[in-house]
Structures are given as structure tokens and as C-alpha cells.
């Protein structure tokens, strides 16, 4: 491969924004990125499940809460996702045949499980890439491709027994949500739901605030009839990745940056004022998975939730 030098990278950026028919691109793709709604086809979820092919999303379980991030494998992560499927489906009424709709199902891990159970999973993912794998890879699962927020609940009208939101339920609208799932739940049918709750103002807004969630769930005729904090359990996971970012990734970045300036100063020259924003951003990320920052603004909540008569 021949050398790429600092010289021609640079005419090659200031080509795209100097020459007209180039501007306009660079415009127009900026003007438009927002047109594919994330939830329709999400970079980072897509990620997720390369990293982590055990077929969930989650964060997991761990049975040992005081296990060191340095002791974890990576194989520990898949089996603390499995633990926690497990664990949600402890939560299923007794016997078999259920008619159960995962809500917002990731790459169909749950839905296969409940299928091997006996029960008879319905999967529901507005994420395009997810709905094509569960298709390709269980085609006896029915599968609902759309935000669940735009089912047409008339024609799911107390049609399922069971619905599961398993660390999904934080990117539902509940306006529109909880009124839905009393809807498409039968007499006496059951919610498991498995999220994180913002318990404070928290730096990044993932999760509902949980007192909102209780007087929107009363609001909709519904309760929690269980309810188990499982926040020690999920924190390992955090505290992998927090660690791995830290021992692994920031090292790795900065020896990017001193081996720019040693090899293409003059790009490293060109791009010194963007470091500092890419810094901002990787310790804004990096609060995210400080495991004692999100055990200060967050509860991680196993529920069992019902309608209250
Ligand atoms: C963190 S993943 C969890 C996936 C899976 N339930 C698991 O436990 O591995 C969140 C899931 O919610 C889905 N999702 C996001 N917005 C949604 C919406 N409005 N309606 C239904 N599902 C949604 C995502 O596509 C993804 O499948």
C-alpha cells in the first residue's frame, strides 16, 4: 500500500468542504442525518450485540456483587445476561402455552427461550437489523416490527398473557405505553418488567424517573405487585466496562495521539483543537459507566406489575 501523506489528507478533507458539489453533500448529509429515526436502526445496540453475541442486550446478572472488574471475563458478562433472563422468567405465571409479547426483544435471545419452554412468544423490535436477524434465525417466532408505542392495540386487545420489557421499558413513551400493555394484556395477565430508574438528576437522561413511572402506572390502573432492587447485581457489568475503558481504551488512545504527533504532525497540528472535545467526550462517556456514579442516580428495578383490579 503506498504512503498516505499528511498533504494529501488534508487537501482531501478541505476538498469536501472548499469545492461547491462537495459542500452541498457535506450540508445535505448533515441537514438529513436525523431523517432514519435511531430507534428504527440503532448504530450502538447494533454494536452491542457484535460485542456481545451471547444474543443479549442487557446488563446482566451477577449472583456475586463484590466480584473485581479485573476478575471478569468477558464469558462472565454472557453468563451474568443469561442469569438475568433466568431470573425474569422465574417471574412467569405456573405452566405452559402462554401467550407472551416481548417487548423491544434485541436479537430474539428471550423469545427463543420462552419458544423452548413451551410458551408462545410474540417479539416486538422497531430496529430493522434486529427483526431481519430474528427472522433469518427463528422463523417460528412471530415478530412485530414496529415501536411498540404504534401497535395497534385493538387488534391485540387481551392477547397476551405475559408482556415482557426487559431493559426496554426506559425507551418507551408511557403516555402511550402503559395504557397499551393494560390493553393487550388479558384479565389478570401480569407485566415483567426489568430496568434502570433515574432515583435523582442524573448527568444522562436513559432511564425514567421512577416516581413519575409509579404515578403513571397508578394513572393507568396498574400496580407493583413485586418488586426486587437489583442494582448490586447489574454493577459489575458497569464496573467491566468502566474498567476496561480505563486500563485499556483511554492508554490506547493516547499513544494514537503521540503516535500522530510523531509520524503526521502536521495532521496531528490540523486536528489539535478537536483533541480536547474528543477528550470531553470520552470522560462524559466514561461518567456513564462509573459504576458509583450510576449507583448514586439510578436503581436497577426486577418488577412484577398488574392491574389494580
Ligand atoms: C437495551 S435493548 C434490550 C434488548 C432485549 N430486551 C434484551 O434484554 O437483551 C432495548 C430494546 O428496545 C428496543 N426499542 C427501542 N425503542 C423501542 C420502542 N419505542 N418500542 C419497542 N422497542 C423499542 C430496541 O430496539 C432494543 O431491542
Redesign the pocket.
Same mark, same amino acid.
Given at each position: 500500500m503506498s504512503k498516505v501523506s499528511a498533504g494529501s489528507i488534508i487537501f482531501s478533507v478541505a476538498k469536501r468542504f472548499l469545492l461547491p458539489w462537495h459542500f452541498w453533500k457535506v450540508l445535505s448529509l448533515q441537514r438529513n442525518r436525523k431523517k432514519t429515526e435511531r430507534?428504527f436502526d440503532?448504530a450502538q445496540?447494533k454494536l452491542?450485540a457484535q460485542l456481545l453475541p451471547g !444474543?443479549?442486550?442487557?446488563y446482566g446478572y451477577f449472583d456475586n456483587p463484590s466480584i473485581e472488574p479485573m476478575e471478569i471475563s468477558i464469558n462472565d458478562v454472557y453468563r451474568a445476561?443469561t442469569r438475568? +433472563?433466568e431470573l425474569l422468567l422465574t417471574k412467569l405465571p405456573a405452566g405452559t402455552g402462554l401467550r407472551i409479547l416481548? %417487548? !423491544? &426483544? !434485541? /436479537?430474539g +435471545?428471550?423469545a427463543k427461550m420462552l419458544l423452548d419452554m413451551g410458551h408462545h412468544p410474540t417479539a416486538? /423490535?422497531?430496529?430493522k437489523t434486529?427483526a431481519h436477524h430474528i427472522r433469518s434465525t427463528y422463523s417460528n417466532i412471530p415478530i412485530l416490527e &414496529?415501536?411498540?408505542?404504534d401497535l395497534n392495540g385493538d387488534a391485540y386487545a387481551q392477547a397476551f398473557d405475559v408482556v %415482557? /420489557?426487559?431493559?426496554?421499558l426506559?425507551?418507551?413513551?408511557q403516555s402511550i +405505553?402503559l395504557p397499551l400493555i393494560d390493553k393487550i394484556l388479558k384479565p389478570g395477565g401480569k407485566w415483567i418488567a426489568?430496568d434502570y430508574f433515574r432515583i435523582q438528576e442524573a448527568h444522562e437522561k436513559s432511564g425514567h424517573f421512577f416516581s413519575e413511572f409509579q404515578k403513571n402506572l397508578a394513572g393507568a390502573g396498574m400496580y407493583i405487585r413485586f418488586q426486587q432492587d437489583i442494582t448490586p447485581n447489574i454493577l459489575p457489568t458497569i464496573a467491566y466496562v468502566h474498567s476496561f475503558a480505563n486500563r485499556i481504551g483511554l492508554p490506547l488512545l493516547s499513544f494514537g495521539i503521540d503516535k500522530l504527533q510523531t509520524k503526521a504532525p502536521g495532521i496531528h497540528y490540523a486536528l489539535q483543537d478537536l483533541i480536547p472535545f474528543v477528550q470531553q467526550k470520552i470522560d462524559k462517556n466514561l461518567l456513564t459507566v462509573n459504576p458509583d456514579v450510576f449507583a448514586r442516580q439510578k436503581q436497577y428495578l426486577l418488577m412484577e406489575i398488574q392491574r389494580i383490579k
Open positions: 430507534v440503532d445496540l452491542y !444474543g443479549f442486550l442487557h445476561q438475568y +433472563a416481548d %417487548i !423491544g &426483544c !434485541g /436479537t +435471545a428471550m416486538l /423490535t422497531p430496529d434486529q &414496529c415501536k411498540f408505542e %415482557i /420489557t426487559s431493559e426496554s426506559q425507551y418507551l413513551k +405505553a426489568c
